[in-house]
């Protein structure tokens, strides 16, 4: 049974759907990319398994419980954690109190996942009492995850991790989510950087007008001729 | 020494009170603000309503034959506090969450608020009349007058015990919100998502118990403000609706959306009010004695007269949004 199933969902903001029925399944030792066109849908299936939008056909199951639909507040103690693209850090707070927000949701002693954190950004426990406003893109981005991470989840899920970031962290960022991943937290991302995505993806899912057009592992995906030639610019 | 303590209790002391009130008072403002994104115009009007519940609470006392040293107004208002957050619970549930619910713009809000000023104001005459009250009537309001002969003053400074009080109250209150906003989950959880509400949801944050603690706080410093404001002068239906706007100036001063920022727009507007009424004839009169025949003080030397008053917060306001736009403390903009 996979740790995350999404069957044929359909969904949008109101208006006409804009997933056309998404399959995906990944487990929880895996890196799923999300990978395809603007417009494709691929940030909204995160959405729509976060509860963001209103899934009105098919179902989302995660760790063998139906959560079609399930608003965050009762997603992220199960285990479930999204980082968005944008505006993904509280800036006027310090870097300790974002990561603090990420573990609201646990009643328990967190101060082990903090330093865990701190442990994978050792940056981070530098500035920590510095507002998250005054770092740099690549650092906002370690917040973000960082953030995350703080409710231990089991599926992570990144809307475009990379974006409007400098090379050198864009590498670095990839390194750090394939290193969450092998301390045992799945991944599901959304990529436009699709070539180095899919390269360490396990699971790699091209999208197109809400549906799924190619799934396979990441290399195979890069592989393939039609996918590079209609999605991967050749 | 006399013109200075005559400063004193005419511009400092009234200065810290009137302070005190629209700082409690921009504190809810601000922070409803924060959280749900729009102008509370019945601020005023629920520190009113807040007055009127310790004013009842007080007759109440007084009936038992429950006699204090400290003001009985001050006695009971933690039970108004109490009170007052449980109607502000109410308010909210009944006017503003429905109209949330379907998802109504600010501005939609905003109006509903106005509603909700005049139903309050209409509840309150309806059982109080449009009279005056006073917390005083069945005991003595105490003046306190320091002798400062010693540094060579004429004149005691001057205060009242009511004054005191006030001060101390707002300072325990703005230190124990400072504690609640830095310190515990639930505050925090209040300034994230004051900071960014999406994200606020996407962190698992319940934004729905931070909206009902928001209103607890409001309500309850309302009320505080109110009565602390009837007890400085006397309880009336519109008493605190005449200081509504000076109130959101100094919310937007301070920078909307920002706590401190409202204790800081509060003390200003306040000290700024009462500087610009000043006659300040009182204080250089030694002057006539040096000056010219022709340049002698007027009787009344002030910036503004007293009932140009409410225009000192517009000014302040007015510059502030020139020079910065979302006040002091880099408020919300919108």
Same mark, same amino acid.
């Given at each position: 049974m996979s740790l995350i199933e999404l069957k044929h969902v359909v969904g949008g903001y109101g208006g006409a759907p804009i997933l056309n029925g998404v399959d995906i399944a990944i487990e929880q030792s895996d890196i799923g990319v999300i990978v395809g066109p603007n417009g494709a849908g691929k940030s909204t299936t995160l959405k729509a398994i976060f509860g963001l939008l209103k899934v009105t056909g098919g179902t989302i199951t995660f760790a063998g419980e139906e959560i079609t639909n399930s608003l965050p507040d009762r997603l992220v103690p199960r285990g479930l954690s999204f980082v968005p693209q944008e505006k993904n850090v509280f800036t006027s707070m310090s870097v300790e109190e974002n990561l603090e927000m990420g573990a @609201?949701? !646990? !009643? *328990? *002693? @967190?101060s082990d996942t903090m330093a865990w954190v701190y442990q994978m950004f050792p940056v981070l426990k530098e500035k920590r009492r510095q507002p998250a406003g005054e770092l740099s893109g690549g650092q906002r981005q370690m917040v973000a995850m960082g953030r995350a991470l703080m409710s231990k989840p089991k599926l992570l899920m990144l809307d475009e991790p990379s974006a409007g970031l400098s090379p050198r962290y864009v590498i670095e960022i990839f390194e750090t989510i394939v290193r969450v991943n092998t301390e045992g937290v799945g991944i599901l991302m959304v990529e436009q950087n699709a070539r180095q995505a899919l390269a360490f993806a396990s699971r790699g899912f091209v999208l197109a007008n809400g549906q799924n057009r190619f799934t396979g592992t990441g290399p195979e995906l890069i592989a393939d001729p039609e996918v590079a030639r209609s999605f991967l610019g050749g | 020494m006399t013109e200075l303590i005559f400063f004193i209790n005419q511009v400092v002391i009234s200065g810290v009170v009137l302070g005190s009130i629209y700082a409690l008072g921009a504190i809810g403002i601000t922070l409803i603000f924060g959280i749900l994104r729009f102008a509370h115009f019945a601020h005023g009007d629920m520190m009113t309503m807040g007055a009127f519940i310790a004013f009842l609470l007080a007759l109440a006392a007084a009936a038992l034959g429950i006699v204090t040293p400290v003001p009985t107004g001050f006695l009971v208002l933690p039970i108004a506090m109490v009170i007052a957050a449980v109607l502000a619970l109410g308010i909210d549930k009944g006017f503003y969450a429905p109209l949330r619910a379907r998802g109504a713009k600010p501005v939609t809000l905003l109006i509903a608020s106005i509603g909700v000023t005049l139903m309050i104001q209409g509840l309150i005459r309806l059982f109080f009349g449009a009279g005056t009250y006073s917390f005083f009537e069945n005991e003595p309001k105490e003046i306190i007058r320091i002798d400062t002969s010693a540094i060579g003053s004429t004149r005691p400074l001057v205060f009242t015990e009511p004054q005191l009080l006030m001060v101390i109250v707002t300072i325990a209150a703005v230190v124990a919100l400072h504690l609640f906003l830095t310190r515990s989950r639930l505050g925090k959880a209040m300034r994230a998502m004051a900071d960014n509400a999406d994200l606020a949801q996407v962190s698992g944050i319940n934004t729905a118990l931070v909206v009902r603690v928001t209103w607890i706080i409001a309500g309850a410093l309302a009320c505080a403000a109110g009565t602390m404001l009837a007890l400085d002068v006397t309880l009336k239906p519109d008493l605190a609706f005449n200081i509504v706007l000076p109130i959101f100036a100094a919310a937007i001063v301070g920078g909307l959306g920002q706590a401190y920022g409202a204790i800081a727009g509060g003390f200003l507007i306040g000290f700024a009010e009462t500087l610009a009424v000043f006659n300040w004839t009182m204080v250089l009169r030694p002057l006539n004695a040096v000056l010219p025949e022709w340049l002698q003080l007027p009787s009344t030397l002030a910036l503004v007269p007293t009932e140009y008053k409410l225009t000192v917060a517009f000014v302040i306001l007015v510059v502030t949004l020139l020079v910065r736009p979302t006040g002091i403390f880099k408020g919300a903009s919108t």
């Open positions: @609201f949701t !646990r !009643r *328990d *002693d @967190f | -």
